[in-house]
Every structure is written in C-alpha cells, then in structure tokens.
C-alpha cells in the first residue's frame, strides 16, 4: 500500500485531486473529518473541539488503512488540523505531532495558494492570500523539519492535475518495481 497525502493551504483543490486520482488509479479517498464535524455539530470549532476531530480524522485514516488499498489518498492528515488550531487558536495537542510522526506517508504533495482563486464553502476562513501563503509555508517547514517526502505542486487547474497524476504514476511504479525484485 502507497500512502499519498494532498495537503496545504485552502482552496488550492485538494479534494478535486483527491477525486480525479482516485478515478485514474482506483484506491481509497480519505476525506476532511473537519467538514463532518463542522456539519454535525452546526458550530464554528472552538480549541476544544480539536482532539475530537484529530481522533475523527485517525479513525476515518485507520479504517481506510486496514483495507489495504494499493492507493490511499489522503484529501488531509493530522498537520492540517495541527496547522489549523494553532492558526485559529494559537496552540495544538502536543499529541497530533507525536501521532503524525508515528505514521508512514509515502509523499505529500504541498499544494501551492500561487494561482489558486480563494472559494467561500461556509467552512473556509482563509480568503486572503498571504494568509494561505503562510499556511502553505507552514506545511512546508514542518514537512522539511521532519523530513517527509513532499513535492510542491502549483500552476493552473490542468497543470495541477498533470503533476499529481505524475507523482503517483511513480509513486506506484516505485512499488511494482519493488514487488518485482521480491517476485
């Protein structure tokens, strides 16, 4: 199983890739648990609200998992929602880094705001571009400072669509080459 995750800023078509991927390679779409909370519990998200959408986000991730689907797309993870309380609240639970870090991801791919027009949902808060350009800094520090493997993907709608295609055409031709040396 390859782990792929879309992550960075909003607005910048995570979940459309998620899709389109998911439609040329098969595999499992993991989706935002934020956007089910947010629908489920019909109130802006406070600091403590975000264990719970940590653990809903694991357990959507964990579930997917123990399916053992040769692609797992990830639309987001844990440095998302770790990105996310400390820009809304200036803090997150030490134990979302720990959890990431116990985790194997095959590649990120880090979403570029550049080009990236800003869509109102009734979920996003981020309309301004700087602000999006800080959020995708941010996950690009830590992705650095932990030493994930990421590529940034940026460019129009076509374009985007072009490079994560590509990265998981390799993504997953790394994988049958693996499985033929062991064959």
Same mark, same amino acid.
């Given at each position: 199983m390859k782990v792929? *995750?879309?992550t960075g800023a909003e607005s910048t078509g995570k979940s459309w890739l998620a899709a389109r991927l998911q439609q040329r390679f098969g595999g499992l779409v993991v989706g935002?648990? *934020?956007? #089910?909370?947010?629908?489920?519990? &019909? #109130?802006?998200?406070?600091? %403590?609200?975000?264990p719970a959408i940590a653990r809903g986000q694991l357990a959507w991730e964990d579930a997917a998992r123990r399916q053992q689907p040769e692609l797992l797309i990830l639309d987001? #993870?844990?440095l998302s929602n770790m990105l996310w309380s400390r820009t809304l609240f200036?803090?997150? !639970? %030490?134990?979302?880094?720990?959890?990431?870090l116990a985790r194997r991801y095959d590649q990120h791919l880090l979403l570029? !705001?550049?080009g990236a027009i800003w869509h109102a949902d009734g979920q996003r808060c981020q309309p301004e571009t700087l602000e999006r350009f800080r959020f995708h800094d941010a996950c690009? &520090?830590?992705l650095e400072r932990n030493e994930q493997p990421y590529v940034e993907i940026g460019g129009d709608w076509a374009s985007r669509e072009q490079q994560v295609i590509a990265q %998981?055409?390799?993504?997953?031709? %790394?994988?049958?080459r693996h499985a033929h040396k062991r064959g």
């Open positions: 792929l *995750v879309l935002e648990y *934020v956007r #089910h909370f947010i629908d489920r519990e &019909q #109130h802006d998200t406070c600091l %403590a609200d975000i987001t #993870h844990l200036d803090e997150y !639970p %030490a134990w979302l880094e720990d959890e990431l570029s !705001p550049e690009r &520090q830590w %998981a055409q390799a993504l997953l031709g %790394a994988m049958d």
